[in-house]
């Protein structure tokens, strides 16, 4: 995973709540098999019009080209699981969103993609969605866990110290599972096989649930 | 031991180490694979050469692309076909047991988890899809997780998290008749707001829990997502255990004695704390329908569309008026004339047997409204032959409803099942966002006896005004 250590850029403005992963990323879109190249699927109604102008969305505007990072509001990326809304804001080039609060899944799934969500809220969302709409840059340092406004100011935001480690190091979080992990994780099954043999199916029950000759099939 | 709720228990069970720093690995015991967050977990898996550590803790199913009609033919040339045949591929490499779109066991894969007996109570469950929660109904932790985390769980069978707050919501009463499970869960979304739970591992408890069946539990599990919360779930009882008892994948003999006597000790324990606590009084409740583009945005029926001009929150007014222009709805209009142009009955809320039956007993001897275009999507081919055995297939086709083959449909629009633009839905599916069913369709959320009156009338309709008070079609 590609590491975040610090940014520096303008911040699009999106100051509407409730921004959902379909509007994120159309469900239509999620018959594509990869994960590259789905940035030009991006907030794909809210960035054209039905006849394929181009609508004045903020991320369609010059002063925002180029933004890494996205200031948006209340529950941001609720609804729909879709990976592919984190994999599309950060192939257009997002790598940080700034919002009150989070669609849950959403925010887990930017951790395995580089991408780093930030919930800040009340008086001081107000302060950074004025300064994104200003134009000027912000800066992101994970490492110091700090927003520095354009003109100046500079707070401390909070992250699981897991998460933010993660994002440093661009951790590969199965691997380390797999490394670290893989006896307790045998041991766990021996103990759960003796204890509640019912919640494993390796004895083949599935096997003959579905046989390869299909006999269920019209 | 202190006193513990359902969710801490099964939590504690599935613990297979806690991290320095506090969070936890958990144990997944079953994973439900679908064709669209699954490619890029095995490409992963593939680009790394790691190996499935468990097979027999995956079924699959292609559920959102599959089309609902023409099932006997191979699927045309384009992108959902090479999706269900990446799907067919990897399963077979990774030796994934996959049910096929034409086997009689197809189906939503909320739907077919828990006919199968592949959920179970006290399992730890998992899939690409944010309505897994629904599984939660048999008393299991089901979650929903991105694509990457499914490559977590195909290749070490666990995953890095966080205890969940918990939230207990008490049901108390009894609905009305021509009130269905659905109105409870959207009326409570429509208080609590649609991140209301976010943080949240939820119980539905009380008095109103015991009379529901476990399709009305899964109705109201899976909606839990649209309240913010990744889990929701009931406390097993008989109720559970009959549902379960013979099931192909559910223990049987002395297991199944050993397997309910321990599904009785995972009901919260009296006294234990929830971080949170809300009360609905479901006797209280009308018939829902939604209004707007999210589930929150949802009220009773013989009510009017809100008038944002009375929002004092600048940010939600700004959320209503934009919802309003997008539904093509002007404050003050009263739901019951609202004209509707399609009607679309399915879906992992509301695709299962007794959600079929009570939308028939609406329409037997109707017929859907001029102009209006209605399907029926059973959510698994065992729901449709159930449903073509007690003749309910022949009810809606004599009311002019297509009958289709299982899948998610027009709750996605990811297949052919779509709204065309502007085009306004009586849907009994979960998510009313907009382009949900289509770009620039425009979706009303409700039960499916709802959706049937809608049809019947051409507008939205309380169902009470169609079948009378006497519960017939509650």
């Given at each position: 995973m590609e590491k975040f250590t610090r940014i520096t850029s303008v911040a699009a403005p999106l100051p509407e709540a409730d921004i959902d992963t379909d509007i994120i990323f159309p469900a239509r879109f999620l018959l594509l098999l990869d994960k590259a190249g789905l940035g030009k699927h991006l907030f794909f109604e809210r960035r054209y019009r039905p006849d394929g102008t181009r609508t004045d969305f903020a991320l369609n505007q010059p002063a925002f080209e180029g933004a890494k990072i996205l200031v948006a509001d209340a529950n941001f990326g609720s609804g729909s699981s879709r990976e592919q809304a984190v994999w599309a804001l950060a192939d257009f080039?997002?790598?940080?969103?700034?919002?009150?609060?989070?669609?849950?899944?959403?925010?887990?799934?930017?951790?395995?993609?580089?991408?780093?969500?930030?919930?800040?809220?009340?008086?001081?969302?107000?302060?950074?969605?004025?300064?994104?709409?200003?134009?000027?840059?912000?800066?992101?340092?994970?490492?110091?866990?700090?927003?520095?406004?354009?003109?100046?100011?500079?707070?401390?935001?909070?992250?699981?110290?897991?998460?933010?480690?993660?994002?440093?190091?661009?951790?590969?979080?199965?691997?380390?599972?797999?490394?670290?992990?893989?006896?307790?994780?045998?041991?766990?099954?021996?103990?759960?096989?003796?204890?509640?043999?019912?919640?494993?199916?390796?004895?083949?029950?599935?096997?003959?649930?579905?046989?390869?000759?299909?006999?269920?099939?019209? | 031991m202190a006193a513990r709720t359902l969710y801490e228990k099964v939590w504690d069970e599935h613990l297979v180490k806690t991290y320095d720093d506090g969070s936890s690995l958990l144990y997944i015991d079953r994973h439900l694979v679908q064709e669209v967050s699954s490619p890029q977990a095995f490409a992963g898996l593939d680009a790394e050469d790691r190996k499935l550590r468990r097979p027999a803790a995956h079924v699959a199913v292609a559920d959102h692309a599959v089309p609902t009609r023409?099932?006997?033919?191979?699927?045309?040339?384009?992108?959902?076909?090479?999706?269900?045949?990446?799907?067919?591929?990897?399963?077979?490499?990774?030796?994934?047991?996959?049910?096929?779109?034409?086997?009689?066991?197809?189906?939503?894969?909320?739907?077919?988890g828990p006919e199968l007996g592949f959920t179970l109570p006290g399992a730890t469950l998992v899939c690409g899809d944010s309505h897994t929660s629904t599984h939660g109904a048999f008393g299991a932790i089901a979650f929903g997780i991105g694509a990457s985390e499914c490559e977590c769980v195909f290749a070490t069978q666990a995953l890095r998290q966080r205890r969940q707050k918990t939230m207990r919501v008490a049901l108390s009463g009894t609905l009305r008749p021509g009130v269905a499970v659905k109105d409870i869960i959207l009326g409570l979304i429509a208080r609590i707001g649609t991140n209301g739970a976010v943080g949240h591992a939820v119980e539905y408890a009380g008095p109103g829990i015991a009379t529901l069946s476990m399709e009305a539990r899964m109705t109201l599990c899976n909606m839990s997502i649209e309240a913010?919360?990744?889990?929701?779930?009931?406390?097993?009882?008989?109720?559970?255990?009959?549902?379960?008892?013979?099931?192909?994948?559910?223990?049987?003999?002395?297991?199944?004695?050993?397997?309910?006597?321990?599904?009785?000790?995972?009901?919260?324990?009296?006294?234990?704390?929830?971080?949170?606590?809300?009360?609905?009084?479901?006797?209280?409740?009308?018939?829902q329908v939604s209004w707007g583009t999210n589930p929150g945005e949802t009220a009773a029926i013989d009510g009017q569309v809100p008038d944002p001009a009375l929002e004092?929150?600048?940010?939600?007014?700004?959320?209503?008026?934009?919802?309003?222009?997008?539904?093509?709805?002007?404050?003050?209009?009263?739901?019951?004339?609202?004209?509707?142009?399609?009607?679309?009955?399915?879906?992992?809320?509301?695709?299962?047997?007794?959600?079929?039956?009570?939308?028939?007993?609406?329409?037997?001897?109707?017929?859907?409204?001029?102009?209006?275009?209605?399907?029926?999507?059973?959510?698994?081919?065992?729901?449709?032959?159930?449903?073509?055995?007690?003749?309910?297939?022949?009810?809606?086709?004599?009311?002019?409803?297509?009958?289709?083959?299982?899948?998610?449909?027009?709750?996605?629009?990811?297949?052919?099942?779509?709204?065309?633009?502007?085009?306004?839905?009586?849907?009994?599916?979960?998510?009313?966002?907009?382009?949900?069913?289509?770009?620039?369709?425009?979706?009303?959320?409700?039960?499916?006896?709802?959706?049937?009156?809608?049809?019947?009338?051409?507008?939205l309709t309380d169902v009470r005004d169609i079948v009378g008070n006497n519960g017939a079609a509650a």
């Open positions: 080039g997002i790598k940080c969103v700034i919002a009150p609060s989070f669609g849950e899944i959403f925010y887990n799934n930017c951790f395995k993609n580089g991408v780093l969500p930030i919930v800040v809220s009340g008086a001081r969302h107000d302060e950074v969605m004025a300064a994104a709409r200003s134009g000027g840059e912000l800066t992101i340092d994970l490492e110091a866990e700090t927003i520095r406004l354009p003109n100046g100011p500079e707070f401390g935001f909070e992250i699981d110290p897991y998460r933010r480690r993660a994002l440093l190091l661009g951790l590969d979080e199965i691997g380390s599972i797999l490394a670290d992990d893989a006896d307790d994780i045998a041991r766990f099954e021996a103990r759960q096989r003796v204890e509640s043999p019912w919640l494993q199916l390796d004895d083949g029950r599935l096997d003959r649930l579905f046989p390869q000759d299909e006999e269920h099939t019209r | 023409m099932r006997h033919l191979p699927l045309p040339e384009g992108l959902a076909r090479a999706q269900v045949s990446r799907l067919e591929a990897n399963c077979e490499k990774h030796r994934i047991n996959y049910i096929g779109m034409r086997d009689d066991r197809h189906g939503i894969v909320h739907v077919i913010g919360a990744r889990v929701g779930m009931v406390a097993p009882d008989d109720v559970t255990f009959a549902y379960l008892k013979g099931r192909p994948l559910a223990p049987a003999g002395a297991d199944w004695d050993r397997a309910v006597a321990h599904w009785k000790t995972l009901p919260t324990d009296g006294g234990a704390v929830f971080d949170r606590e809300v009360e609905l009084d479901i006797g209280a409740l009308s018939p004092a929150d600048p940010v939600k007014r700004a959320k209503m008026e934009r919802s309003l222009r997008y539904m093509g709805l002007a404050p003050g209009v009263a739901f019951k004339d609202i004209a509707i142009d399609r009607v679309f009955i399915g879906s992992c809320t509301n695709g299962r047997i007794e959600d079929l039956r009570s939308a028939a007993a609406v329409v037997a001897g109707r017929q859907i409204a001029a102009g209006v275009e209605g399907i029926v999507v059973p959510g698994s081919a065992t729901v449709r032959l159930t449903a073509e055995a007690e003749g309910l297939d022949r009810i809606f086709r004599a009311a002019g409803f297509e009958w289709r083959e299982s899948g998610c449909s027009m709750c996605v629009a990811m297949n052919d099942d779509r709204l065309s633009p502007g085009q306004r839905c009586a849907s009994t599916s979960n998510r009313n966002f907009e382009g949900r069913q289509g770009q620039g369709g425009r979706t009303h959320l409700m039960s499916p006896a709802m959706a049937a009156a809608a049809a019947v009338t051409g507008r």
